[in-house]
Nanobody
Framework: QVQLVESGGGLVQPGGSLRLSCAAS????????MGWYRQAPGKERELVAT???????NYADSVKGRFTISRDNAKNTVYLQMNSLKPEDTAVYHC????????WGQGTQVTVSS
């Protein structure tokens, strides 16, 4: 049973924008801090943005001021608005819990290239 389904990735030029969505099961979403993670080829997975169940957010320095995380608790969905994208943002993006995690979903590929 798939618990995390990410969508919204694609190919975008530098300076462009994308909005990612993640539909999560209630067991991983309710009461949990949710996060967006990314993994570039040959690199470790990194946590780029988090949001608590109360809406408090935190960002990695590399995306601060460009990315915005949000959540809809009624829909068990978390979003990542990505603006001013750079080639170094290219990665597979995943969502998952932060306080507790579930099996990783397939992720969504984001490619920033001219």
């Amino acid at each position: 049973q798939v618990q995390l389904v990410e969508s919204g990735g694609g190919l975008v030029q530098p300076g462009g924008s994308l909005r990612l969505s993640c539909a999560a099961s209630g067991s991983i979403f309710s009461g949990n801090t949710m996060g967006w993670y990314r993994q570039a080829p040959g690199k470790e997975r990194e946590l780029v943005a988090t949001i608590t169940r109360f809406g408090s957010t935190n960002y990695a320095d590399s995306v601060k001021g460009r990315f915005t995380i949000s959540r809809d608790n009624a829909k068990n969905t978390v979003y990542l608005q990505m603006n001013s994208l750079k080639p170094e943002d290219t990665a597979v993006y995943h969502c998952n819990g932060v306080l507790w995690r579930d099996t990783w979903g397939q992720g969504t590929q984001v490619t920033v290239s001219s």
